[in-house]
């Protein structure tokens, strides 16, 4: 019961973002999106020299990996949190305070999981593929973009390069997982790259796409094995 709970949650939270983000015009989310950017490329740039320290470290040293990818991306979906109360964005309250809370669920429940010993080659490519554009976020920065991108793309400010990094890491995460933030993820991620290649001329916006997509058939087949898997249990011990 209480898992079904926390699901129809996450659908009338997902409904909500869905109606909140067509409140504005295209052009008043393009205005505001650029402003927050040049606004926070200081601390933009702060958060691109943590994010390889982090991904250094996490690669490098075993026991402490576990805790810097959980805990750092947490820190993104806070710091998104904390700058859309600043500038009373509804939508990204609510979709990086979600993340927040499922984050710090799944870490503290042991359902973050980033042992990189075995990962799968199709894990590994697109999670690789997140980090990468979601540190070089070629879009919401000044020209030239392909460097401006690389120093300071607003990660851990606004949405989509936000979005594309967690859900990078997210990719490269093993059992045992949370279906729940993988599911809020991933939709969330794939939403938002439709609506910023449609709605904002954010092209970029298909690396989101492609990320996401893959975390949902991901998401799908370990569902769709553990209903398997339930089934066979039940009826094993009804014939025992």
């Given at each position: 019961?209480?898992?079904?709970?926390?699901?129809?949650?996450?659908?009338?939270?997902?409904?909500?973002?869905?109606?909140?983000?067509f409140m504005?015009?295209?052009?008043?989310?393009?205005?505001?999106?650029?402003?927050?950017?040049?606004?926070?490329k200081?601390?933009?740039?702060?958060?691109?020299i943590l994010?390889?320290?982090?991904?250094?470290?996490?690669?490098?040293?075993?026991?402490?990996?576990?805790?810097?990818?959980?805990?750092f991306?947490?820190?993104?979906?806070?710091?998104?949190?904390?700058?859309s109360?600043?500038?009373?964005?509804?939508?990204?309250?609510?979709?990086?305070?979600?993340?927040?809370?499922?984050?710090?669920?799944?870490?503290?429940?042991?359902?973050?999981?980033?042992?990189?010993?075995?990962?799968?080659?199709?894990?590994?490519?697109?999670?690789?593929?997140?980090?990468?554009?979601?540190?070089?976020?070629?879009h919401?920065?000044?020209s030239?973009?392909?460097?401006n991108?690389?120093?300071?793309?607003p990660?851990?400010?606004?949405?989509?390069?936000?979005?594309?990094?967690?859900?990078?890491?997210?990719?490269?995460?093993?059992?045992?997982?949370?279906?729940?933030?993988?599911?809020?993820?991933?939709?969330?991620?794939?939403?938002?790259?439709f609506?910023?290649?449609?709605?904002?001329?954010?092209?970029?916006?298909?690396?989101?796409?492609?990320?996401?997509l893959?975390l949902?058939?991901?998401?799908?087949?370990y569902?769709?094995?553990?209903?398997?898997?339930?089934?066979?249990?039940?009826?094993?011990?009804?014939?025992?």
């Amino acid at each position: 019961m209480k898992n079904r709970i926390k699901w129809i949650v996450l659908g009338v939270l997902l409904l909500a973002i869905f109606v909140l983000t067509f409140m504005k015009t295209p052009e008043a989310i393009t205005s505001m999106l650029e402003n927050i950017s040049k606004e926070v490329k200081s601390y933009s740039a702060f958060v691109h020299i943590l994010f390889l320290v982090v991904i250094g470290l996490g690669v490098l040293v075993k026991k402490i990996r576990n805790s810097l990818f959980s805990l750092f991306i947490a820190f993104l979906s806070l710091s998104a949190t904390i700058i859309s109360v600043k500038y009373v964005i509804a939508p990204n309250i609510i979709i990086f305070g979600m993340f927040f809370v499922l984050i710090i669920h799944a870490y503290l429940t042991k359902n973050l999981n980033f042992d990189l010993k075995n990962i799968a080659p199709a894990n590994l490519f697109f999670g690789i593929l997140g980090l990468v554009f979601g540190f070089w976020y070629l879009h919401w920065v000044e020209s030239p973009v392909w460097l401006n991108a690389f120093l300071y793309s607003p990660l851990g400010a606004v949405n989509c390069p936000t979005m594309v990094t967690i859900c990078g890491f997210l990719c490269l995460s093993q059992k045992p997982r949370s279906a729940i933030l993988e599911a809020a993820v991933a939709l969330m991620t794939l939403y938002f790259g439709f609506f910023g290649i449609f709605r904002l001329g954010a092209y970029v916006g298909v690396a989101l796409i492609i990320c996401a997509l893959f975390l949902i058939v991901r998401l799908g087949s370990y569902l769709t094995y553990e209903h398997t898997l339930g089934e066979r249990k039940e009826g094993t011990e009804a014939k025992l």
